[in-house]
């Protein structure tokens, strides 16, 4: 089984709509983040939090929320999506030293009509 | 503004030759690199990686190189293989955050 698995793998949605991308992860790492890539941009922070209570914001976080529910669970949500919100979006994990390499989850695609 | 570039999206190498993909950064508080490796429908893997405070680091057919003066890192693969083809990020370290490039996508050729 993956360390690190995110649902949906695919979505798409429509201007307005609420949407809720969950990422969850065996590897026991305290450290959790949430990308997003773009075509020429590279992978984009947008989140990321170091234990169930900590939550911080990264380069591109307007427009999106996140919950940590657990050690194991990282919730990324759009409030109100829109068009261009649409992009690949990644979890990733790390242990508890900075620079850790980081494990990825598979991706979630998300179109915003 | 991008701190971490990659200015070649694509580089094309044929099976056997030396690959070379290259990154440069802007922020001097920089202090570990890493590369990673993609394959299509796949969430990003873990390369190798390279404190500041070496200039060399070689793992097999990967050898990273850092220039801290030119703020430049290269990743070397000798000898390349067609299964290295796939979109390489490179990544900077700074105060709990990574910094991504935007990739080049390696194709070596059989």
């Known amino acids: 089984d993956a360390d690190v698995t995110q649902t949906p793998r695919n979505r798409i949605t429509k201007t307005g709509k609420r949407i809720m991308l969950e990422c969850s992860q065996t590897?026991?790492?305290?450290?959790m983040y949430w990308y997003r890539q773009d075509p020429g941009l590279g992978l984009r922070l947008i989140y990321y939090?170091?234990?169930?209570?900590?939550?911080n914001k990264g380069e591109i976080s307007d427009g999106y929320s996140v919950s940590r529910q657990a050690q194991a669970k990282f919730s990324l949500s759009l409030e109100s999506a829109i068009p261009n919100q649409t992009a690949l979006y990644f979890c990733?994990?790390?242990?508890?030293?900075?620079?850790?390499?980081?494990?990825f989850g598979p991706g979630t695609r998300l179109t915003v009509l | 503004d991008q701190q971490v570039k990659q200015n070649s999206p694509s580089l094309s190498v044929q099976e056997g030759r030396i690959s070379i993909l290259n990154c440069d950064y802007t922020?001097?508080?920089?202090?570990?690199f890493l590369w990673y490796k993609k394959y299509p429908a796949e969430g990003p893997t873990f390369l190798i990686s390279?404190?500041?405070?070496?200039d060399k680091n070689e793992d097999g057919r990967f050898t990273v190189f850092l220039n801290k003066s030119a703020k430049h890192l290269s990743l070397h693969i000798v000898p390349s293989q067609p299964g290295d083809s796939a979109v390489y990020f490179c990544?900077?370290?700074?105060?709990?955050?990574?910094?991504f490039g935007s990739g080049t996508k390696l194709n070596v050729k059989p």
């Open positions: 990733a994990t790390s242990a508890i030293s900075g620079t850790d390499e980081q494990f």
């Open positions: 590897k026991g790492h305290d450290r």
């Open positions: 939090s170091f234990d169930v209570k900590d939550i």
């Open positions: 922020n001097s508080m920089f202090d570990y």
């Open positions: 390279i404190s500041s405070i070496k």
């Open positions: 990544a900077a370290y700074n105060f709990n955050k990574f910094y």
